[in-house]
């Protein structure tokens, strides 16, 4: 009971700080300690394969957060390194724009304000993987795409609603959060090898794919019952177009509009071959992202005319690697929480009631409880990946205990979070929009729940049927 209730308040602290906002890896990080120096006062050792103590009980938690550091750095940690220095990279020399401006150019000629719903939901979601953040790309949106939905008679909630759902649940193994649960499954003897590639693929995009069309559709028919409910109509206006500017030749632009998404492209050509020719080739995201960023300098040596200039440049790569650290210090952080739940038994204690379920047909209630849980923080705290993130580590185990795949928990659970976000009226996203299109934030979420929600429901049925 004592172990219950001291595990209970560390929870209750983790999900406070989530919904205030506060930074969540001091807090995972210093529960999670609490919790090991809990256990050793009971007299259980720190949960970690092989764990040696430096001599110095009081300093043992400190050994393990580093050893947790060591082995998330040298595996999930130094993808998102990669990832993060390559984004950066990107931006710095206009390729992130340069795809942008040529993904966006053709919807201008579309008139429709309806069709254009969701055509430009579509698109939106397919620039997700050019700029990952939901911020970023809605502040982009909001300057270059806006006044065009708005020049095409749409209504402003509707345009704002489009944006405010720009990135969601794009299947892509450059992602932050399948890195990191793709790590997780290849340790497990029934995915030894995963790699992220395969995840996405076969995983991933069998339901991520089909809700994207789904939610779509539903955006269509949502947004034009809302127009016609609150009186609004076609109606040209909006500001003044803000076109990116992209200089070169045709050739320069459309170069520099395939190098964000070389990556992906080879990734997805080496996973087609072996399974279309059974290719012995393979292809990791970390060598992927390298390769494409010697095409990209290369590419913009030739541009600029300038060895040097265009060196220069590469700086931009080391340093946004430093700006991914807080992305692998925060699954270091959920790590160490997971290893203090670990140490004071309440892992085996969730894996023996989660024993009771397996074989009853009732396999979808613990992905059931996890979406539910994931809605319920995403839409307090508006943040989409911290819970699934601090998840990860537990998956593999509670789901062998419940006699199920872990996939049918990471993929509900690990989308359901991405859905939420642009039904929370405190989520950056949609406080951005808001604030451009003069709405509140409680009239956004009323345009962008039902599309979201009808998502949720249709990939969790989805996955349950594929992976139950």
């Given amino acids: 009971m004592l172990m219950y209730l001291i595990v209970a ?13 506060m930074d969540i890896k001091i807090t995972l990080f210093l529960m999670g300690i609490v919790l090991m120096f809990v256990a050793m006062a009971s007299g259980q050792g720190i949960a970690i394969k092989d764990f040696e103590s430096c001599g110095i009980p009081v300093l043992d938690p400190l050994v393990a957060i580093a050893s947790t550091f060591k082995s998330t750095i040298t595996s999930a940690g130094f993808i998102m390194l990669i990832l993060g220095g ?35 939901f579509l698109l939106a979601n397919v620039l997700s993987l050019v700029v990952p953040s939901a911020s970023n790309l809605a502040i982009i949106l909001l ?48 995915f030894a090898g995963l790699t992220v590639t395969q995840y996405v693929m076969a995983y991933h995009a069998v339901v991520s794919i089909p809700t994207l069309l789904i939610m779509a559709v539903v955006h269509f028919f949502w947004q034009r019952f809302c127009d016609k409910r609150d009186g609004s109509g076609a109606s040209a206006s909006a500001g003044e177009e803000k076109d990116i500017v992209v200089e070169g030749s045709g050739l320069h ?6 190098l964000p998404l070389l990556p992906i492209f080879l990734l997805v050509a080496v996973y087609i071959a072996q399974v279309a020719a059974g290719s012995a080739v393979t292809l990791s995201v970390e060598v992927a992202t390298l390769f ?22 590469t700086e931009t790569f080391f340093k946004g690697m430093g700006n991914a650290v807080p992305i692998v210090a925060l699954l270091v952080a959920a790590s160490v929480f997971v290893v203090g739940l670990k140490s004071v038994g309440l892992i085996s204690s969730l894996q023996n009631a989660m024993t009771s379920i397996n074989g009853t047909g009732m396999g979808f209630v613990l992905p059931l409880i996890l979406v539910a849980l994931s809605a319920l923080i995403v839409l307090l705290s508006g943040s989409g990946t911290a819970l699934f993130f601090a998840m990860v580590p537990l998956i593999p185990a509670l789901a062998a205990a419940a006699g199920i795949s872990p996939i049918a928990i990471s993929v509900p659970m690990g989308l359901a979070g991405n859905l939420f976000r642009a039904v929370s009226p405190v989520s950056a996203v949609v406080m951005i929009v808001s604030g451009s299109v003069e709405k509140s934030p409680i009239e956004i979420v009323r345009r962008t729940a039902v599309p979201m929600i009808a998502g949720v429901v249709f990939m969790f049925v989805l996955s349950v049927v594929c992976f139950l």
């Fill in 253 to 258: 632009k459309a170069v520099y509009a395939i």
């Fill in 86 to 120: 390559y984004s950066a990279y990107m931006s710095e020399i206009g390729a992130n724009d340069a795809t942008v401006w040529a993904l966006t150019r053709p919807i201008r000629n579309i008139k429709s304000p309806y069709v254009l719903v969701p055509v430009v």
């Fill in 9 to 21: 308040a560390s929870v209750g602290i983790v999900i406070y700080m989530l919904i205030k906002k």
């Fill in 292 to 313: 494409s960023f010697v095409v990209a300098i290369i590419c913009d040596t030739v541009h600029r005319k300038s060895g040097k200039e265009a060196l220069d440049k």
């Fill in 143 to 190: 300057a270059t795409l806006y006044p065009v939905l708005r020049k095409a008679g749409m209504s402003p909630l509707t345009a704002a609603a489009v944006i405010a759902t720009s990135a969601t649940i794009m299947p892509t193994p450059l992602g932050s959060d399948n890195v990191a649960i793709a790590k997780q499954l290849a340790e497990t003897t029934e």
